[in-house]
């Protein structure tokens, strides 16, 4: 991977305090060596990371340590700007597809063109639940029907046409969200939800099909990590009550590491306030592995974690994750 300005910014904090993974470390080291006013900024966090460490118990300087948590805090993208991000990505991979490789096939049996045109026809039913609600869940069963639907109407396009048609929709959904009053639902999700929800899948999607064309998987910035980490949280309460996982009155702490990753405390059935019980487990993984995960892309056995206390509680965790993952 490589990093840009912006990515570079987002993930020094945490490079100079070796919280990166290795290959953004790498990609970070690459950077600084082709910008020397970077690698000076690197070189003072890292001082200052150094001194730390070395200083034990000691209270930094006041100054010093709001420049450091600044640098390691990343503040979640806007729903939008989540959105508009992924599928930026999404849009460049699929103009520079070959004819060959948009007939190969993907994670989901789909091929590769069938799979952009599952995505637009889910952004265009997104947009529609939107601007006039029919649905309280788009569910499973209804994304395979909404997708069947939509395949034989883009089977002749060629890749400029279908890569089009998917822009127009994709735009169509940001619209009706912008149009949308305050406090709209849409198939069960608050309209803010809808476009982080869609910006997860592209990315999953996205993957899929860098991994169907022998293309490297790619990471979201942190920012964006971090606003799909967070619905990946809000939505565990209810996955593990699907899943016939919930554990009522309890809840769990879950530390998702990297740049992107957070802390927080979930309850473990919908409804339960977090703060009324001390968490029964500390659950610790890569916020990307996680999400990969919410998005059933790791398996159960793949995802890497640690857990300390109730581990009985972190499996159900980790098996109830990708409870609402479509296709």
């Known amino acids: 991977m490589d990093v840009t300005r912006r990515e570079f910014e987002d993930l020094v904090g945490a490079y100079a305090l070796d919280a990166v993974d290795p290959d953004e470390a790498a990609a970070i080291e690459r950077y600084l060596d ?4 970077a690698a000076a900024e690197a070189g003072r966090l890292r001082a200052a990371a150094a001194w730390i460490r070395v200083a034990g118990a ?34 460049d991979l699929a103009a520079r597809l070959t004819d ?4 190969r096939p993907t994670h989901n049996g789909l091929r590769v063109r069938e799979l952009i045109a599952h995505l637009a026809a889910l952004d265009e039913a ?17 994304v395979a029907r909404i997708t069947a639907r939509a395949l034989p109407a883009v089977a002749r396009f060629g890749r400029d046409e279908l890569v089009a048609h998917w822009r127009a929709c994709r735009d169509d959904l940001v619209a009706a969200v912008d149009a949308a009053p305050p406090g709209t639902a849409a198939a069960g999700y608050p309209v803010a939800d809808v476009l982080v929800i869609r910006a997860f899948e592209a990315w999953t999607h996205a993957d899929d099909i860098r991994a169907a064309t022998g293309r490297p998987l790619e990471v979201p910035r942190p920012a964006v ?13 209810l996955a593990l009550a699907v899943a016939n996982r919930a554990r009522p009155g309890a809840t769990a702490r879950i530390v998702l590491t990297g740049a992107g990753g957070g802390t927080w405390t979930v309850p473990c059935a919908p409804g339960v306030d977090p703060a009324r019980a001390a968490p029964a487990v500390e659950l610790r993984a890569s916020v990307v592995d996680w999400c990969r995960r919410f998005a059933d892309r790791l398996t159960e056995g793949e995802l890497v974690y640690d857990a300390t206390g109730d581990v009985d509680l972190a499996r159900d965790l980790v098996a109830a994750a990708p409870a609402f993952a479509g296709l």
């Open 34 to 37: 082709g910008d020397p006013r």
């Open 58 to 91: 000691l209270e930094p300087p006041p100054l010093l340590r709001e420049r450091l948590l600044a640098a390691t805090r990343t503040d979640p993208a806007s729903p939008r700007d989540c959105f508009l991000d992924v599928t930026g990505r999404f849009g």
């Open 100 to 103: 060959d490789e948009l007939a």
């Open 126 to 142: 997104f947009a529609s639940e939107v601007r006039a609600p029919r649905r309280t869940f788009i569910g499973a069963e209804h």
């Open 225 to 237: 990590l971090r606003t799909m980490a967070e619905l990946a949280m809000r939505s565990l309460p």
